[in-house]
């Protein structure tokens, strides 16, 4: 299958971007539409205006994002597709049940709150209302679920790969750990946005409206900072889940290479929680200091992302399939395999095996060295003029570098973080040949 290279950012970076966009609006729709629900249930048996109108407020903007962040959840699909083909069709086999289900659910959750929406001002039975709220809310988090069952075992893919089964992919090691570290962002998120709405709000705000901001600051900015304080519990057992599925996992994380994106994420999340703490303690008085906090609790959010899907790094599924798609077992026994089931027939039939004796014949015509790069795609994770993944270094001055022996050999025995060359001898050479052209 061709290797499609997205121009400008390459395939990691853009799917990163759209994911965090997508995954960010996500949590806010989620933990949104279960604060809106809360609120409307606190609002009704309080007889409180405030809680009333926050929650049909936050409804209303949820209503629109939500149309936005559909067309960029089909995005992160197309791309997926698109760019990592074989990756693609391998997850949504596993989870194919799981993602029919959660089909489903997304039907249930924008029918319901289509519902919540509409009927707010009309509805004579407020009970039943609350209901329908509660059920978008509650489908909007099972629906985070079982995208985050199909991302843990991307992370932790446990014993699946020995003793298939659905269960053990979705109920993945990782996955009661990550689940609660997904959701609780979820409500912090959707209530930090809020508080810096209402913040800003508040100073433009005409008298009739400045109580009703001023509350909702007081309101979302306790629920914001209580959350804050929660997260680095669910995500130090996130860590030391993973560190007992996995040392290696722990270790990348925390001292290897993507520490340079754990550590910004832990530092800023101890301002969150010391503005937190300051906001709290001086009853809510503070609200500056929260905002702060707030924005290095956004900002620690695509840290927490980016670590996240760096942990996995160079596989897809972590242990089982690189970012090529190639998968980690194949790789070395079917090459060898399939090396010495051609050597023979080639010397004595040469004529039966054409489709595959083509490309093992011809090693004189030479491809350019960007068709040979994208043939075994080298540029999922490299770059070369300037197009190409920033996973690996730019190989550009490293081809030069490297002799035509010193890189088949670097080829054969890659380090950890690359994949072993996958094909014969032949094409082994005939691969070099191309790189080392002038
Ligand atoms: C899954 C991602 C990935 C793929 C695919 C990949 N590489 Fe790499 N490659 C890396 C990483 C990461 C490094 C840096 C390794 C290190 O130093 O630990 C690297 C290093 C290299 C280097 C050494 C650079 C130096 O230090 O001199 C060369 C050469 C290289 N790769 C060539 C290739 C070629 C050719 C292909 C295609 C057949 C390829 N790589 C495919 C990730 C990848």
């Known amino acids: 299958m061709q290797q499609i290279i997205f121009p400008f950012t390459g395939n990691s970076l853009i799917m990163a971007l759209v994911i965090l966009v997508h995954v960010f609006f996500a949590f806010v729709a989620t933990g949104g539409l279960a604060l809106a629900f809360a609120s409307e249930w606190i609002g009704c048996r309080k007889d409180s205006a405030f809680h009333d109108r926050f929650a049909l407020g ?47 659910i997304f039907m249930v959750m924008m029918a319901s709150s289509i519902a919540y929406r509409l ?14 709220g509660g059920l978008a809310a509650a489908s909007a988090a099972a629906a985070a679920l079982v995208i985050n069952a199909a991302w843990s075992f991307m992370l932790t893919p446990g014993t699946y790969f020995s003793d298939p089964g659905l269960l053990k992919a979705v109920f993945n090691p990782a996955m009661p750990a990550s689940s609660i570290h997904l959701l609780l962002p979820c409500v912090l998120n959707a209530a930090m946005f809020s508080y810096i709405y209402a913040f800003f709000k508040l100073r433009k705000a005409e008298a009739a409206d400045a109580a009703y901001y001023s509350w909702m600051a007081d309101y979302c900015g306790t629920i914001f900072a209580i959350g804050i304080l929660l997260q680095p519990l669910s995500g130090l057992s996130f860590l030391f889940t993973l560190k007992s599925v996995d040392p290696a996992i722990f270790t990348k994380i925390v001292s290897g290479s993507v520490s340079r994106f754990f550590w910004p994420m832990a530092g800023l999340a101890t301002a969150a929680v010391t503005a937190s703490v300051i906001y709290l303690l001086s009853r809510k008085k503070q609200r500056a200091a929260l905002l702060v906090g707030g924005l290095a609790a956004l900002t620690a959010f695509s840290f927490g992302g980016y670590t996240r899907e760096r ?70 994770c490299h770059s070369y003029k300037g197009e190409g993944g920033t996973f690996g270094p730019a190989l550009d001055q490293h081809l030069l570098h490297h002799s035509k022996e010193e890189l088949k050999n670097y080829l054969k025995n890659p380090p950890e973080n690359m994949p072993p060359f996958e094909g014969t001898e032949q094409e082994l050479d005939a691969f070099v040949n191309a790189l080392k052209q002038d």
């Not at 509805?123 to 609350?130: A, C, D, F, S, Y």
């Not at 395999?337 to 054409?354: F, I, L, Y």
């Not at 595959?356 to 090693?363: E, F, N």
């Open 119 to 132: 009927n707010w001002e009309t509805t004579k039975n407020k009970g039943l209302h609350i209901a329908i």
């Open 311 to 380: 942990a996995r790094k160079p596989f897809l599924i972590y242990g089982h399939m690189y970012m090529t798609g190639a998968l980690v077992t194949a790789a070395a026994q079917p090459a060898t395999a399939a090396q010495k089931v051609k050597a023979e027939p080639v010397k004595t039939a040469p004529v039966k095996p054409a489709a595959k004796a083509a490309p093992v014949k011809t090693p004189t015509v030479l491809m350019s060295r960007e068709q040979a790069l994208e043939k075994y795609s080298c540029l999922v």
């Open 58 to 104: 936050y409804v209303k903007f949820l209503s629109s994002m939500m149309k936005l962040n559909g067309v960029l959840g089909v995005t992160i699909v197309v791309l997926l597709i698109g760019l990592f083909p074989v990756f693609t069709t391998r997850l949504y086999n596993i989870f194919f049940w799981p993602l029919m289900l959660e089909v489903t």
